[in-house]
């Protein structure tokens, strides 16, 4: 299943991708209404074509294509929101060893989302630039899960070296043998027996 015909903006070439690119910031800024952002989008985008001088041939986007991609924005920028809340009240309520699990399961999140988008190009593949991002959504994905996993364990290390000094401490202060230590040392660090 793809993703279907693309929109009069996504069809816009390349050189307009910094006009695309400020239209969706004004649009998300909410400080000006969705007609004079237009309005400034139709003006930049016959500025570059001028700049052009013909070398660049595009259809400017209607109005109505333009709201379209207003409110595709919308609805994207309300669901990275209600994620970053959600997230935000989960790393509260999480101490660090869950707060690594959380980091592993959004990596294999990233990662599903990732082979999934990659699955549904079907024949067409990707082009340079979007296999470029999958790439890099994937490479950071691994590094979170690396230096999580990195995180938790030198944080394990430290635990371990600072539970053996205190129990060596107090075997020698109650005179505690050295088996009984180690069998003291064994049910804090939940060592199995």
Known sequence: MGRGRLSSIQLLPEPCAPIVA??????????????????????????????????LEFDIPSFKSFNRHSLRLAEVTARMNDVRQIVSSLSKSYDPEDSDQLTIIASEAVKSL????????????????????????????????????????????????????AVEKVAKAKGISDEGAQSILDQILGVAK
């Open 22 to 55: 400020w239209a969706s910031a004004a649009l998300n800024k909410n400080d000006r209404t969705q007609t004079d952002i237009y309005k400034e989008f139709v003006d930049r985008l016959e500025a570059l074509q001028a700049e052009f001088r013909g070398e």
């Open 114 to 165: 990732v082979m999934e988008i990659y699955a549904s190009r079907g024949e067409k593949g990707l082009d340079p630039k979007g296999a470029m991002a999958l790439a890099n959504a994937l490479r950071a994905a691994s590094q979170a899960q690396s230096v999580s996993s990195a995180r938790r364990q030198k944080v394990e290390a430290e635990f371990r070296e600072k539970a053996t000094e």
